[in-house]
Structure formats: C-alpha cells, structure tokens
C-alpha cells in the first residue's frame, strides 16, 4: 500500500476494534436477556404452583378444624 492509503487505512482498523467490542457486549446482552426471560417464565410457573400449594394446604388445614 501507498502511504496515503495507509495513513486512511489505520483510523478504519482504530475504528473497527471498538465495533468488534460493541458487537461482543450486544451478544452477551442477547444472550443475557434470553436467559431472563427463561427466569423469568421459571419464576411465574413456580409462582402458580406454590399458590396451587397454598390453596391445597388451606383446605388441609380447614378439615382439621
């Protein structure tokens, strides 16, 4: 390469580092978020079942009384 080109060339690759880092901080939140929606759903089916286990402990309790 010519100087010149170089000279343009060096910004672009200065550039270039700082995407590649954003680009691997955007995959890792992706992969992050996926994970916490699957929490998230984890936390709701557990929520329904321990008021399932509620209900079914109150009328439990009540025959005992």
Known sequence: MCRPAIEL???AIELHRPAI???R???ELHRL???LRRLAI???R????LRRLTIELR???????
Not at 46 to 49: F, G, N, P, V
Not at 59 to 65: E, F, V
Request: no cysteine.
């Open 9 to 11: 060339h060096r910004p």
């Open 21 to 23: 880092e954003l680009r």
């Open 25 to 27: 901080h955007a995959i």
């Open 33 to 35: 978020a996926i994970e």
């Open 42 to 44: 984890e936390l709701r």
């Open 46 to 49: 557990l929520t329904i079942e």
């Open 59 to 65: 009328r439990h309790a009540m025959r005992l009384y």
